[in-house]
């Protein structure tokens, strides 16, 4: 069946570094949409990309869908203690979203 | 946005017990509710897709007599946990699509921690 695997699982990061976590499906999506969720509380949308090769930005994040759609990411730039959660991309397979594996991203002060 | 509200926040219950969850769309109409399950520091596992007026569509390995979703309006959608063990324990999700601005977009209500003892 499909699967969705994120990279990396876990990340620590000093305030102010860049993170990156990568999203990639063993089938093509229709398109993909990334979620953040706090601890505690519920996946929050954040995007979707629908086109191959397409970018969005959401001023320090850059979203990014890979031109086969089977991979994408998602880039923060200088991140704050406010950005700490799980990162989850969920692909639009043939009628349903599987969401990936999740990033956990920790931000140290 | 649109805010889709879950009852309760959070039960627990025995073992052997049924629990009723609830699923509100609060301003819009939502056609489709999704339905998943998520264990601590896991991903979220899709349980089923729930369409106003017709049967639910069980994801494989999730047994539709256990897991009992109504969906009879196009606000409200119930997930009942029947003989709940303690496998069962979980964080329950639901979502819903609202069709607006963004056909595909889901709106996920605030979820339901179940503990069965």
């Known amino acids: 069946g499909q699967q969705v695997m994120q990279i990396p699982q876990y990340q620590h990061v000093q305030e102010g570094e860049d993170f990156t976590t990568y999203c990639n499906s063993s089938t093509t999506l229709s398109n993909i949409q990334w979620y953040k969720q706090r601890p505690g509380g519920h996946p929050v949308f954040l995007i979707q990309?629908?086109?191959?090769?397409e970018v969005k930005k959401q001023k320090r994040l850059t979203f990014q869908f890979g031109e086969a759609k089977k991979n994408s990411s998602l880039h923060i730039t200088a991140t704050q203690t406010t950005d700490v959660g799980t990162y989850f991309c969920?692909?639009?397979?043939?009628?349903?979203?599987?969401f990936g594996t999740g990033t956990r991203l920790k931000v140290l002060a | 946005g649109a805010v889709v509200s879950q009852h309760p926040s959070w039960v627990i219950c025995k073992s052997g017990t049924s629990v009723k969850i609830e699923c509100r769309s609060l301003d819009f109409q939502a056609t489709t509710m999704f339905w998943y399950r998520q264990f601590p520091k896991q991903s979220l596992m899709l349980m089923a897709t729930?369409?106003?007026?017709?049967?639910?569509?069980?994801e494989q390995g999730v047994e539709k007599d256990k897991f009992l979703i109504n969906h009879a309006s196009l606000t409200l959608s119930t997930l009942t946990v029947t003989s709940a063990h303690p496998e069962d324990s979980s964080f329950y999700i639901c979502?819903?699509?609202?069709?607006?601005?963004?056909?595909?977009?889901?709106?996920f209500g605030p979820g339901t921690r179940l503990t069965v003892l």
């Open positions: 969920a692909g639009l397979g043939t009628y349903k979203y599987i």
């Open positions: 729930s369409n106003e007026g017709s049967k639910a569509t069980y």
């Open positions: 990309l629908v086109k191959s090769g």
């Open positions: 979502s819903a699509r609202a069709g607006l601005a963004d056909p595909n977009e889901q709106f």
